[in-house]
């Protein structure tokens, strides 16, 4: 045969290939505003998932304190909300808590997994429970006593009671995700000549995407989106004292309006924060308008996404305890002759108190994760993580597409890559350096949080063989 | 571009050395500041700077606003032209520029404002009077427009097209006669130290999605995250000018606001002129936009205080590259190249493509520019508009170690890289808007996505006024490149 003849002859084999292959793409993928067949069921998998999703607002009634301005909040520019995503494979349900509220200490978010628990009958560490960060919403905590008095103590009863509202009306359903190019926040570690200070770093790490798990239910029933972004909501920051979701409620209000019109009405659009310890969204202290516009951004940006399904398979999950080591403070002697130099040195000062201190307990720090099948990771991290350690989970996980949430089940404060760590204890900057309570984390936190990491990875995978998950 | 650090002052020198002399020495610099800092400061004033800025707010109600069908309601912050003149010798030798003779002082200038741009024509007005009052050759004078669009364009194709010309047009010429030769008239030696800052506050703005190019942060595009900032200054004594750039669209306030402002740049320059202040030192700030054709300040639209803030965080950006040693210029040459190309434009597109979207289209607007150019596509000899667009390059060259290069239009932030990568000098400045604004001028690859080139490059992209052009050829990328290369070897003292 002719070598023209033989070529075009496969031309056209490799064409129709090519289009086959394009067809099964085109047809099983979706956009988030798509039309698209939501019967996870007909894919032939033993694994029926069903799902509901639900909202509460969570916006407080009186003035409560707020980072942002540094004082109380004066009104409300909008409203905060808690919502939940629960997923249930047929052998044990798993939830999903995300709320406008700038944190919780570990213990609250413990005893909101356990009211969970106890309540709607989600064992306590398949919850994840991940704030925004938002720094004009409050944080809540537990009294001391048994005072019903408490916007913690409500907060973590509407979340109890909107999980188990979700628990009694879970639906057959269908998971889809997908990730879209975004930018909305730049890293804010700038070195200069002689700290690190907290300004655009364009040659600074960021994650620029945004990761999307769709849920849908019969019918073309949209049940609810999760989309996860790492950034600061720092938009409005100290330019208002008004409650406020910052960017992060504004894109979850302006999905739910653009998908309104889409022919699959409702659910529930909800924001997970990732690891943006060191990112902020921008610009820093831009105002309420400036939210508003960078939250349509990153709505749009979750329209877009091409979602693809997630073949139905039992839902696993894992828990790993690690605990992060402060650096050893100062000798005293060492820290008063540093102080002399500089009395009015705010970091001087803070060296010097904690050298009077003493050595602070390690930070704790549980990470959990769930997984379908070998698709689709989510990690759950605590506290204020760099980006770096998403970057990283992101690169090495066996996943085929992997979430990392920060700021879930507690947040006690940044947690700095060792290159941050590396510049000292008067180079670092805000986040990688003593804070008036604790020094700075030790070198080796970035192993022992990359190590939590892959520890998590091998039980999840264990966890698939029906081995225990817990540590 | 990589600047160099300067070396330790002679001052420095002078006291270190001194031991215990210094508290004596510094009680006489108290009353013989010129005795101990001049002379060393004399070697350094290589080259003769004149600065002047002039208010320039059009009417505060009824005027159009850039590309917008909204008129202004009133004035947030006023506009202005800032001038700045520069003074050097004429090397010993290579200028290609018929006006420097050996031996002869060479006078640039370069006019920063706050419109959002000035078409050809009205470009050649303005070069044409400043040259006359001034007696700076127009081939030696940049005048760039910040690109802001919350003030108007001037110009015959810009959208509203009922808007022609205006009386306060011709005050406008006048005033930027005025406010350089008040920058020529107070030429006093001084000083050039540039240095690059790293910084961002916009993002490409071209995301491909689903074969489309859409308007969104693309985080993978090309961009521009630095501020080049050349200081004019006589050390310790006084400030003469700072002239920074930055490479994004200011369209932060855009249609949040009706208001007259002057968007990032002008947020930017009214927080440093405070500084400066407050720090009891003057000077004219100026801020002179890149080729960002294809790079927004974010957050689109997120209003007056957010533009602020972008302002603020680019003034730090400028305060930090202020108080870097930079890199002090040692030369006192002055060269300039200026050269014109001309961009060949496509051929309307087929008429089922035009009609097609016409049918889908409906904004208004964007439809009546659809139906003219349908109508040029209908009748090509009739309705063609110009077959070719001017693309005037021009290049101010300091010695060897700075190059400012100023390209026209809404060119694509590629040429910059381009640009830095081809030229011989150490450190380079270049402008977009500058000498003409035409609409976008893309890349080959761009043009070649043909009608999925998106908003700034499909030959059926809004931005296009199709009643003057139609978008560049492909092959206008390799022309441009050509051009730039040309001033670049123009310029190039080493060649010579």
Not at chain 2, 111 to 135: Q, V
Not at chain 2, 268 to 285: P, Q
Request: aromatic share 6%; proline share 7%.
């Amino acid at each position: 045969m002719p070598a023209a003849l033989l070529f075009r002859q496969c031309r056209r084999q490799v064409l129709a290939l090519f289009l086959s292959l394009l067809f099964v793409a085109i047809a099983s993928s979706a956009t988030a505003d798509d039309d698209a067949t939501t019967d996870g069921a007909a894919s032939g998998n033993t694994t029926t998932i069903r799902a509901a999703a639900a909202e509460v607002n969570i916006t407080p009634t009186e003035p409560v304190y707020i980072v942002g301005p540094t004082g109380m909040s004066t009104g409300v520019a909008d409203e905060l909300f808690a919502r939940v995503l629960v997923i249930d494979d047929g052998n044990a349900p798993l939830a999903i808590v995300t709320c406008d509220l700038v944190g919780t200490g570990i213990p609250y978010a413990d005893a909101l997994r356990k009211s969970i628990e106890e309540v709607a009958g989600i064992p306590a560490d398949r919850v994840m429970f991940n704030c925004s960060h938002t720094h004009n919403g409050p944080g809540a905590s537990l009294p001391a006593d048994d005072s019903d008095k408490s916007y913690g103590r409500d907060v973590l009863k509407k979340i109890t009671a909107i999980t188990a509202e979700a628990m009694k009306n879970l639906e057959p359903a269908v998971i889809r995700v997908g990730r879209e190019p975004c930018q909305i926040g730049f890293n804010r570690r700038l070195p200069t000549s002689d700290r690190v200070t907290m300004t655009v770093n364009p040659n600074g790490p960021v994650v620029p995407w945004v990761d999307v798990l769709a849920v849908y239910g019969e019918n073309n029933k949209r049940i609810g989106i999760l989309f996860s972004y790492a950034a600061h909501p720092v938009v409005i920051h100290s330019a208002s004292t008004l409650i406020s979701g910052d960017y992060s409620g504004y894109a979850a209000t302006h999905l739910g309006r653009m998908l309104q019109a889409s022919p699959r009405k409702g659910g529930v659009m909800m924001f997970a924060q990732g690891c943006g310890g060191n990112i902020n969204a921008f610009p820093l202290k831009g105002g309420v308008d400036a939210a508003n516009r960078v939250g349509l951004v990153l709505a749009q940006a979750v329209t877009r996404v091409q979602l693809q399904d997630v073949t139905p398979a039992p839902i696993v999950n894992a828990s790993v305890e690690r605990a992060l080591p402060f650096q050893d403070p100062l000798p005293l002697k060492e820290a008063e002759e540093l102080l002399a130099t500089r009395p009015g040195d705010l970091r001087f000062q803070r060296l010097h108190k904690l050298a009077k201190d003493g050595p602070s307990p390690d930070m704790p720090f549980p990470l959990s994760g769930f997984a379908i099948g070998d698709e689709v990771c989510i990690i759950a991290l605590p506290h204020e993580m760099f980006c770096d350690y998403q970057l990283w989970a992101d690169k090495h996980s066996p996943y085929k597409q992997t979430f990392v949430f920060g700021y879930t089940n507690g947040v006690h404060g940044y947690v700095a890559a060792k290159k941050d760590l590396k510049m000292g204890l008067l180079r670092a900057g805000y986040g990688a350096e003593a804070t008036p309570s604790r020094m700075p984390l030790k070198l080796e936190s970035e192993a022992i949080v990359r190590d939590g990491i892959s520890e998590l990875w091998k039980k999840l995978d264990s966890a698939k063989d029906g081995s225990d998950t817990n540590e | 571009m990589n600047n160099k650090t300067s070396s330790t002052s002679g001052s420095c020198r002078v006291l270190l050395a001194t031991g215990p002399l210094v508290p004596l020495l510094l009680l006489l610099s108290l009353f013989l500041p010129t005795a101990v800092y001049g002379e060393e400061a004399a070697d350094e004033l290589t080259y003769r700077a004149g600065a002047a800025s002039i208010d320039v707010t059009p009417p505060a109600i009824g005027t159009s606003l850039a590309l917008r069908p909204a008129r202004s309601t009133g004035v947030a912050e006023p506009l202005f032209a800032r001038a700045l003149v520069l003074e050097g010798d004429s090397p010993a030798s290579g200028s290609q520029d018929n006006n420097s003779a050996k031996g002869k002082k060479v006078r640039v200038a370069i006019i920063t404002n706050d419109f959002c741009g000035f078409d050809l024509p009205f470009n050649d007005r303005l070069l044409k009077a400043i040259s006359a009052a001034t007696g700076i050759p127009p081939s030696h004078i940049m005048i760039n427009c910040s690109h802001n669009h919350s003030a108007p364009f001037i110009g015959d194709w810009a959208p509203p097209a009922d808007v022609g010309p205006q009386p306060w047009h011709d005050e406008l010429v006048e005033k930027f006669v005025t406010v350089t030769k008040q920058a020529a008239d107070s030429l006093r030696p001084a000083r050039l130290r540039i240095h690059r800052e790293p910084t961002q506050l916009g993002m490409n703005r071209r995301l491909k999605h689903n074969g489309d190019v859409i308007m969104s942060t693309n985080p993978h595009g090309s961009n521009l995250p630095w501020t080049d900032v050349l200081s004019v200054e006589v050390p310790k004594v006084e400030r003469v000018a700072v002239l920074f750039t930055y490479g994004a669209h200011p369209v932060i306030v855009q249609r949040a606001s009706t208001l007259i402002g002057g968007d990032y740049p002008g947020y930017t320059i009214k927080r440093l002129e405070a500084m400066a202040k407050a720090g009891g030192t003057g000077g004219v700030f100026m801020f002179g936009q890149g080729a960002s054709g294809d790079i927004n300040a974010f957050p689109l639209a997120g209003g007056m205080q957010a533009a602020d803030i972008a302002g603020r965080d680019l003034s730090y950006a400028v305060l930090r590259a202020i108080r870097a040693p930079g890199h002090v210029l040692k030369s006192n040459d002055l060269r300039v190249a200026a050269t014109e190309v001309q961009l060949p434009l496509q051929d309307p597109p087929p008429v089922d493509q035009i009609k097609s979207r016409i049918a889908y289209t409906k904004d208004e607007k964007r439809k009546r520019w659809l139906e003219g150019l349908l109508a040029m596509a209908e009748n090509p000899d009739k309705e063609s508009p110009a077959k070719s667009l001017r693309y005037p390059i021009s290049a101010f060259a300091f010695g060897n170690e700075l190059c400012i290069v100023a390209l026209p239009h809404e060119t694509f932030s590629y040429y910059t890289h381009f640009t830095e990568t081809v030229s011989p000098f150490a450190n380079n400045l270049v402008l977009g808007y500058t000498n003409g604004v035409n609409g976008y001028v893309a890349t080959k690859r761009d043009y070649l996505l043909g009608a999925a080139g998106g908003y700034e490059a499909s030959p059926l992209g809004s931005a296009i006024n199709y009643t003057t052009r139609l978008a560049p050829n492909p092959e206008s990328q390799a022309i441009i490149e050509q051009g730039i290369r040309t001033v670049l070897d123009q310029v190039d003292g080493q060649k010579k």
